[in-house]
């Protein structure tokens, strides 16, 4: 069965820090993988997605995400925090039929 | 455009009460989703409409029921909620695999 395993649901970081929000998936075929941020009071917002092709791919506000397959790995990173960038965060892979398995989430802190 | 639109933002209701949410979205999407969200949790699912016809409905209780009017709308109507039932209610609609997700609707039952 496919499942998603965020590690680590509160991840801190100063302003200007690298951010790593990490993402493991099982699947059995070959999946689609997304990241997703939720602002307070807010829906989700896609910040990226892998279907095929390059393995690294670009999102929005900066975040982007590489795809490997050998470590069934999805991590998420920013070069340079932002205090605006403080929000839920959520890997989820796509199980086909109208299906996302979401992680249980990471909530990042920006520290000034 | 990538958006849908939900109704209300925020509604308060009895657990006598019936009402309505409402999800809207004109990206031309032939799928459309209804999730709950509760506070510190990822969503979960409720139910998925493929081209208007009702394709998975995760055992939700009866007391929640959804309808697709047309192919851009979608609401979910509510009747005898429990107090359990406060949470966040997205709707979303897919391309392919990729959902985009509205703003919610804020349900507090009393």
């Known amino acids: 069965a496919q499942s998603v395993t965020q590690l680590g649901s509160h991840v801190s970081v100063s302003e200007g820090a690298l951010v790593l929000l990490r993402c493991n998936y099982s699947s059995s075929v070959p999946p689609y993988l997304f990241w997703y941020v939720q602002y307070p009071n807010q829906g989700l917002q896609l910040l990226l997605k892998?279907?095929?092709?390059?393995?690294l791919v670009k999102g929005i506000n900066g975040f982007e995400a590489e795809f490997k397959k050998s470590e069934t790995s999805f991590h998420l990173t920013k070069p340079s925090a932002h205090m605006s960038d403080a929000a839920e965060y959520f890997c989820?892979?796509?199980?086909?039929?109208?299906?996302?398995?979401f992680g249980q989430g990471t909530e990042l802190s920006v520290k000034p | 455009d990538t958006e849908v639109t939900q109704t209300p933002k925020h509604l308060v209701m009895g657990m006598t009460n019936k009402k309505s949410l409402k999800c809207e979205q004109h990206m031309g999407h032939r799928a459309m989703y209804w999730y709950k969200q509760k506070a510190k949790k990822p969503p979960e699912l409720m139910f998925v409409?493929?081209?208007?016809?009702?394709?998975i409905n995760e055992s939700v209780p009866s007391r929640f029921s959804p309808e697709c009017p047309n192919s851009s709308l979608l609401n979910l109507h509510l009747h005898a909620l429990q107090p359990e039932d406060s949470a966040l209610y997205l709707c979303a609609s897919s391309v392919g695999e990729t959902q985009y997700f509205g703003p919610g609707t804020r349900l507090l039952v009393l």
């Open positions: 892998y279907t095929t092709g390059a393995t």
């Open positions: 409409y493929s081209y208007e016809k009702l394709s």
């Open positions: 989820a892979v796509s199980v086909g039929g109208g299906k996302l398995i």
